[in-house]
């Protein structure tokens, strides 16, 4: 008997293994049954009341220097035909964007809240920094494409109206990332 259900239980020790070897590879990639890394979250404390105020404080300031009224950068539709768990992956290239080309050449303006509001977003990059999806990604890409189009026509005021826009950037990264249970 004995002998007979060794190579029985050897070929489930097999499986076993074999499944264990597989699920290990899934969970290192961070698990491939949903198409988005495990790091594309932010935690909720980042987004504190003190942050949240100088944020509003400084955009309050710079849009009352932006004239042009007509166009905004984020949009109210800027999530639609994105599904939800891809929301916080566009809110990274949307953030890494407004950091490297965006603001830069504003960060002499409103000087009162722009170095700790510009601190805390680049914390939020770098804390997105191995967030990704995998697979095609190319629809998430026209979004940030046509962003970039709106800067590139704006010219000039297009950081103003980026800075104007930061309530708007913290709040719609707050809602991507931050996961709620
Ligand atoms: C927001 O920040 C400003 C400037 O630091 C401060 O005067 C004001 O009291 C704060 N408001 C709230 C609601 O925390
Ligand atoms: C916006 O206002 C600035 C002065 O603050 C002015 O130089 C610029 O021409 C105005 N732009 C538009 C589109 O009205
Ligand atoms: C933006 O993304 C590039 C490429 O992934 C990265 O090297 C860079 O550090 C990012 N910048 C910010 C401000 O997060």
Redesign the pocket.
């Known amino acids: 008997m004995a002998a007979l259900q060794k190579p029985v239980s050897s070929s489930v020790m097999g499986i076993l293994a074999a499944g264990c070897l597989l699920f290990i590879a899934l969970w290192a990639q961070g698990g491939a049954a949903g198409p988005v890394s495990s790091h594309c979250k932010l935690d909720k404390s980042y987004f504190s009341g003190y942050i949240t105020n100088h944020t509003f404080l400084l955009a309050a300031e710079a849009s009352l220097a932006d004239n042009n009224t007509d166009v905004r950068l984020i949009k109210n539709n800027f999530f639609s035909g994105i599904h939800k768990n891809k929301h916080c992956y566009l809110m990274k290239q949307v ?2 964007f407004t ?2 080309e965006v603001l830069p050449p504003q960060s002499d303006r409103f000087q009162r809240y722009m170095k700790e509001v510009v601190a805390f977003f ?1 914390k939020c ?2 804390e997105l ?1 191995l967030c990704h999806i995998r697979g095609d990604d190319q629809h998430i890409q026209r979004k940030v494409q046509e962003l970039k189009d709106t800067v590139t026509e704006l010219g000039e005021s297009a950081g103003i109206k980026a800075i104007g826009e930061l309530n708007l950037l913290f709040m719609n990264l707050k809602d991507a990332c931050v996961l709620t249970e």
């Open positions: 953030l890494n950091l490297e680049s990059s770098k920094s």
